[in-house]
Structures are given as C-alpha cells and as structure tokens.
C-alpha cells in the first residue's frame, strides 16, 4: 500500500513566503563598512530579494545560470540567497579571501554570467576581471552610499524599478540552488552544488534541539562568513524558523564581535575556533566590560574546538557547541551533546564527550573505514569517515576525476580520520593527509594541539610531520603564546607528557608570531610543512 500524501516539493521558496507572512516583523541587522548598523525587517527583505530576482530575470537570467556573490554577511546577500534561486538561478558565494587567481579559477569553472559585488570589494574584483571572460554583467553593492563606479549596475538602481517577483521560478526539489567550492589545501578547489531539497532538509536538522536548537525567539549572529558553505546553512535555517539576523559585515575582530552580541542581545553564534580563541582573550582581559546574554550558544566546527576553551567559555556561563561538517555535507554531519543517562558523569568525562565531534545527526549515517573494513565501536581505532544522506554531495560539478572520493557502494569519503567509541561519539584524529607517521605508528596531531591549547599561555598550537632519519616522521610543535604570556619548550612538554604515550610527545615545540592560515581561518599545514620540511632535530 502506498502512503497518500501529497507531493510537496521542499524548497527554499517556502522558507521566505513563510517568513514574510508570519515574520514580517522581525529585524534582519546589518554591520555597514563605516560601522554604522543598517535595520530593517523581514517583510522589507522579502519584498527586496523578490525584486532583486525579477531584475535579474530582466538582465537575462535563464534557469540555471549561476549568479556568483563576492561580499560580506549583510542584508543584501541574505536579498542574493533567495532572489539568486526563486529567479531559478544558482547562489554561488566567492570566498573574498581567496588569491585572484584562484577566484578567476573558481568563476570560469562555475561558468557565472552574473556577479553581485560589495562596492568595498571593487579594488579585488578589479584584480579578478582581466582573467575571467563569462561574467556579463557585475551589480555593485553601494554600501558605502558613494556612486557605483561606471561600466557596473548599481544595486539599488537595478532593483528598484522591477516589480515584486510573484511565481517563483523552482521546477522541483532536486533543482540546484547554490554552489559552493572547497576551500581546497591542497589540489584545484572543487564545486558542490545543493538542492532546494538538500537545503531544506539541512535547515529542519539545524535546528532541531540536539543541534543549534534554534526557535523563533533566538537571536542569531553567523560570524562565519556567507562565502563559507552557505554561513553553514544559517541564514537560510533562520529564515525557516523566523529568527532575527544580526550580520556582522567585514568587521570580525573579538571587539567588534563582543559589541554586536552585547547590544543586539545574541543568544545563538557560529563560528571557526581561530574566531573563538581571540573572543576568549578579550574576555579574559577585561571580564566585566561585556553583558552578554548568559547560555548564548556559540556553535565551533570548521576544525576542531580545543577542550580547554569549551571549559573555559563556560566559566563566562557560555555554551559551545562542538559541529562537525564539510562543504560536501552542506555541512552539518554531526553535533557533540551529552545523552539523558550522561548527564551525571564526572565532570571531566562531560568534558571529553563535548570536546568530540559527536553524534551523526538525523539522516546523516557515518562509519569508520580501515583497512579491515568498518571500524569498531572501541574509541582506538582509526578509519576514514565516511558519510552518506540526503544533503552529502554524489558528486563534484564538472570533474569526473573526483569521482574517487566516493565508494563503490555510495559513501563520502571525507578524508577525515576519526575513532568512535562504544556509544557512537565520533572523534576526528586528523586529516588523512596531517597524520604524523612515527615508525609505522599513527600520532595524531589534532590530539596534541588540542592539549598543548589547554595550556594557559598557549594561544594557538599546530603539530606537522616532519621528515626524520629514523622514525620517518616526527610531530613538530609549532605555538603562538598568548600575548603577554611565557613557557619554556620543556614547560610545555611536560604540560603533555602525563595526557600521551611518550612517543607521542612532539620531539621539539617551535615558537612563531602567527600560524599561517586558509581563507576559512583554518590552519594551513602544507605552508607550516613546507616552512619547517628542512627542520634540523639535532
Ligand atoms: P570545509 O569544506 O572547508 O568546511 O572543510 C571541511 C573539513 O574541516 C573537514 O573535512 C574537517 O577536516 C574539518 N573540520 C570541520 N569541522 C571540524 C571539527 N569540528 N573538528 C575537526 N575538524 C573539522
């Protein structure tokens, strides 16, 4: 017997027609480069991303022609995120902090006819535009509120005149909304393109009370950017739950940040680690000059969030919650939080389950690949994980050779090494490729940099294989101390000693002013190995 239900499509298109019926009220907030805050409301964004897609049907958009955005978290993108796909176009968000050749690579691959540029990011867009030759026309942004230099279309011009775009132009649920493309340390960055339904279904996850737990009542400020998966699905899940938008524009500095979440009374953030460790400092140095709002739950993934700062954030009374995702994923593939029966653990014990990466969330299933097949439930062995389920990527845009990051039975392979333990915790180790191979034997550098982060004068610590007569490989240390703050390389090696095997204890810890990073604020290791891949052990 079949069910007798009716074929509704999931799109996002829903998400605003609901939002601006029953949400018009509430406030979508915006950073504007002079830092002055712009406010307006749902109904009002509703009424401009529909204008914005019929102007964009009358430049020429046809279903399918990718639309790419090179700007900031503000209302306009938010205006791109859903008049780009009810116009039946493709969202595909630049990542602004990517070499120009590379973005030139990125926007010819993606085939985009239609560019939307922040007026402030005109000087890289310039650098950008002798090497591409698809982009028909490029719509500036005027955020500043200076004339939109010549031989660009004005936003605001652009959109002002066309009518209010009433039938949505979505064939169906499998229709492509957006592409993004991985950040990619190492090889040419790849496309992934989300469905209306993948989007949908991601957002419903989002924000059950397992993951952000997210309700009409939030105030939510995504510091990660637009450009990176999607502000990892917020503004479209927020948009679903009708929640109020605080968007930070260009300004990501631990003060800046701090300010917004005190004045518009945050209750909910997202954000890489690197983002969180400058917000600790500045709260450690000047604890009382900032009311946030207490329990405001700061989402971590994007690498992984050290133990020491979820410990420490809740001295201030503020929640992190550990993520874990990729690109591929849309991204969210799993959330740490404690089970009803582990609530009365030993603190300590608490601590380590929230420091994993933590439990597939529902309709995402994940298993550890070794050599021997699936790995067990034991909390020591390592495997590959791999993912499957209605948002993970089947494939990448217009590159059969990718086609190897799939197994033959339909899983992901994400390249993430992970143990999971005898309740199912998921905890990544490292990256296939960051995995320090001593003599045959697996240190993982994640682990130890995680430790040496707990340490108090430690800002920021990545751990790199570095070639070794003997052993193959060494882990090398390599640390940022904390401004102000002193430790001896012994000092930090006997912080580590009583928590790993001896053998695991990183043979020399280095002292540098900055670890070099990604455009995503993760820490680029090819950089640190190639750096360090004549280091001298003595
Ligand atoms: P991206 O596609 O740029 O978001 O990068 C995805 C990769 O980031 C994953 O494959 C992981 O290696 C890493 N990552 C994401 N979240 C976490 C996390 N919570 N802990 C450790 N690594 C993470």
New binding site residues.
Partial sequence: MQGQMMHYPLTIGHFLERAEKLFPKVEVVSRLPDRSLHRYTYGEFASRARKLASALLKLGLKDGDRVGTLMWNHYAHLEAYFGIPIAGGVLHTLNLRLHPTDLAYIIEHAGDRFLIVDDVLLPLWEKVAPMVKNVEEVIVVPLTGKPVPEGFLDYEQTIAPAGELEEFRIAGEEQALGMCY??GTTGRPKGVVYSHRAVVLHSLASALPDALNLSQKDVLLPVVPMF??NAWGLPFTATMTGTKQVLPGPYLDPESLLDLYEREQVTATAGVPTIWLGILQALEKEPNRWKLVPGMRMVV?????PEGMIRAFDKFGLRVI???????TT?LGTVSYLKSYMEDLPEDEKYRIRAK?GLPVPLVEARGWGEEGEIPWDGKTMGELQVRGPWIAESYYNLPEGADKWTEDGWFK???VVTIDAEGYIE?VD?TKDLVKSGGEWISS?QLENALMGHPAVAEAAVIAVPHPKWQERPLAVVVLKEGASATEEELKAFLEPKFAKWWIPDRIVFVEEIPRTS?G?FLKSKLREQFKDFKWE
């Fill in positions: 991985t950040s990176h998966v993934g994007g690498s992984a969030a550990h993520a874990w995702g990729m690109t591929e991204p990466q994400t390249g993430d990544i990256r994640v995503a993760k």
